[in-house]
């Protein structure tokens, strides 16, 4: 099993930027890649990025230059640093790790971007 446990999000003005954590527990070891979705109101959940065990990131197209997706190993804890944040970017964001023993979603945390 696996726990994820998120912080960070909250208010902030377009332009700024926030950083989300989600400290992993568990059986990591099993773990192959992690990344972050988010959910906005009335919408699907959608990819933002992603990070595999050896270090490959993958983003959305809509934040590509502007978001970073890394992890500390020696923490277990993967990282969201969200910069030029736009109204757009408001929604709920869950960081999700799969392994063997199948995908383990975080408790979501809301980031609203507005002035």
């Known amino acids: 099993q696996v726990q994820l446990v998120q912080s960070g999000g909250g208010l902030v003005q377009p332009g700024g930027s926030l950083r989300l954590s989600c400290a992993a527990s568990?059986?990591?070891?099993?773990?192959?890649?992690m990344g972050w979705y988010r959910q906005a109101p009335g919408k699907q959940r959608e990819l933002v990025a992603t990070i595999t065990s050896g270090g490959s990131t993958n983003y959305a197209d809509s934040v590509k230059g502007r978001f970073t997706i890394y992890r500390d190993n020696a923490k277990n804890t993967m990282y969201l640093q969200m910069n030029s944040l736009k109204p757009e970017d408001t929604a709920v964001y869950y960081c999700?790790?799969?392994?063997?023993?199948?995908?383990?979603w975080g408790q979501g945390t809301q980031v609203t971007v507005s002035s």
């Open positions: 999700k790790g799969v392994g063997l023993g199948g995908a383990y």
């Open positions: 568990g059986t990591i070891f099993s773990i192959t890649y």
